[in-house]
C-alpha cells in the first residue's frame, strides 16, 4: 500500500507567506493581498481568544476584532512589521495591543458593522471555542498561544487529509488519521488492515509515512509565518508548547 502522496511544489521554502504580505505593504499585488487576507483568517480567533482572556465581553472582543482587521487590511498596516522579529503571530499581536490601548470603547462600538470587513467571522463559533477551552491559570497570551497552535494544526491535518483524497485515498486517510491525533484507545493495526483490505505491515507503513507528511506540512504551514527557515523549528516548539502546557 503506496501513499500516493508527496513533496509539491508548494513544499519548496521559496518566498514565504510572510515576505508576501511584507510586499503587500509596498505595492499593489493581488497574490499577496489573497495571501494577507487568509492569514487573517487564521490568526483573528486567537486575537478575539485574547481580548475575552483580558476581560473583554463578548461583544467587546467583537467590536475590537472586527475594528481591528478593518483598520489593519485598509491601512496595509503591514508595512509597520519588524522585518527582524521574523513572526507573524508576535507582530499581529503586538499591534492589536497598541490598537487596544489606543482605541475609546465608544469609537469600537460605532465602529460595529459600519465598515465593509474582508473577512468572514464566526464570533459565535469563537465565544463556544473560548468558554470550552479556558483555564484558570489562563494569561491572555497563553490563550492566543493555544488557539494559533491549534488553528495551525488543524489547518495542517486539513491539507493532509485533501492530499489523500486528490490521490484516491479518503478511506485510507479516514481510518489512519486518528494515530496522528488521538490518545485514546484506538483500533488495532490488524483490525485496520482488515478494514482496508490489507496487510497489518502495510498499514504499519502508511501510518509512518502519514506521520512523516504531516511534519513535513506541519513545518511548512509554521514556514508560511516566518520570514527565515532558522525560525521555523523555534516555532514548532512554541506550537508544541502551546498544546501540551
Not at 82 to 108: M, P, S
Amino acid at each position: 500500500m503506496r501513499a500516493g502522496v508527496g513533496v509539491t511544489p508548494r513544499d519548496r521554502f521559496a518566498t514565504t507567506r510572510w515576505t508576501l504580505v511584507n510586499a503587500a505593504g509596498r505595492q499593489s499585488d493581488p497574490e499577496a493581498a489573497e495571501a494577507l487576507a487568509e492569514l487573517c483568517q487564521m490568526y483573528w480567533p486567537p486575537l478575539y481568544g485574547y481580548l475575552r482572556g483580558r476581560g473583554c465581553t463578548p461583544d467587546e472582543a467583537q467590536d475590537l476584532t472586527q475594528g481591528f482587521f478593518a483598520r489593519f487590511l485598509e491601512r496595509r498596516s503591514i508595512r509597520a512589521a519588524d522585518q527582524t522579529r521574523g513572526r507573524f503571530r508576535a507582530f499581529l499581536l503586538t499591534v492589536l495591543k497598541r490598537y487596544v490601548i489606543n482605541e475609546r470603547e465608544r469609537a469600537t462600538a460605532a465602529r460595529r458593522g459600519g465598515r465593509h470587513l474582508h473577512l468572514n467571522l464566526d464570533f459565535e463559533d469563537a465565544e463556544r471555542t473560548y468558554v470550552l477551552e479556558r483555564r484558570d491559570e489562563d494569561t491572555p497570551e497563553k490563550v492566543f498561544d493555544r488557539k494559533w497552535a491549534a488553528i495551525t494544526l488543524e489547518r495542517a491535518l486539513h491539507r493532509l487529509r485533501d492530499e489523500y483524497e486528490v490521490a484516491g485515498k479518503g478511506a485510507e486517510a479516514a481510518a489512519l488519521m486518528p494515530y496522528l491525533t488521538e490518545t485514546g484507545d484506538l483500533p488495532s493495526y490488524k483490525t485496520v488492515a482488515e478494514a482496508l483490505d490489507s496487510t497489518e505491515g502495510a498499514v504499519k507503513v502508511e501510518v509512518h509515512r502519514l506521520r512523516q507528511r504531516f511534519g513535513t506540512i506541519l513545518r511548512l504551514q509554521v514556514g508560511e509565518t516566518v520570514t527565515s527557515p532558522e525560525d521555523v523549528d523555534d516555532e514548532v516548539r512554541a506550537l508544541i508548547r502551546a498544546i501540551v502546557v
